[in-house]
């Protein structure tokens, strides 16, 4: 028993360690391969649900092939921060107007995500749900972020971007 609780210890502790830094660069990684399918005509399967969803916010001022450019571009530089661990901040503000970009097409496209038999998601739903995640996924790694720290003052500046902090306390 004390040697499963070593083990058990053990694990705690490299989860501690490596789990946020991990979930950085899967979720980068992800961005990053989905932003650059985007950048290849016909091969993302929600193209063209990008597009008409910037044309729909956008007003029409957008035109589609500078949307799905755009929202590579974006995607990538999401991707290539959270890879790097550079930049932090400035990728969580781009995963910000991000999520409007997703709440969009729920809000706006809900028949077209949804039209699977008994209202089941679509691929393009399956997709959008897949960006809910991500997004949660990034807000993870935000809250690592030195100054986003709950109970913390400025006691967080010893966090190093992207990591979590181990240090977490109750106060009462």
């Known amino acids: 028993m004390r040697a499963l609780q070593k083990l058990d210890e053990a694990i705690n502790r490299f989860l501690l360690?490596?789990?946020?830094r991990l979930l950085r660069i899967v979720v980068g990684l992800v961005f990053l391969a989905f932003g650059?399918?985007?950048?290849?005509?016909?091969?993302?399967?929600?193209?063209?649900?990008?597009?008409?969803t910037i044309d729909t916010v956008s007003f029409g001022l957008v035109p589609g092939g500078v949307a799905i450019v755009l929202a590579a571009c974006s995607e990538c530089i999401i991707g290539?921060?959270?890879i790097s661990g550079r930049w932090l901040r400035i990728?969580?503000?781009l995963l910000a107007g991000q999520l409007i970009g997703i709440l969009a097409p729920l809000v706006l496209f809900t028949g077209r995500l949804f039209a699977g038999p008994h209202h089941a998601p679509t691929l393009e739903g399956q997709y959008v749900?897949?960006?809910l995640i991500l997004v949660a996924a990034g807000l993870v790694v935000a809250s690592t972020l030195p100054?986003?720290?709950p109970g913390s003052d400025s006691?967080?500046?010893?966090?190093?971007?992207?990591q979590a902090r181990t240090d977490w306390t109750v106060r009462g």
């Open 155 to 162: 006691a967080s500046t010893d966090t190093r971007r992207g």
């Open 91 to 93: 990728a969580i503000y």
């Open 36 to 52: 650059l399918l985007k950048f290849f005509p016909g091969v993302s399967p929600v193209e063209g649900l990008t597009i008409k």
């Open 17 to 20: 360690a490596h789990s946020i």
């Open 147 to 149: 100054g986003l720290t």
């Open 80 to 82: 290539l921060l959270l």
């Open 129 to 131: 749900i897949k960006d």
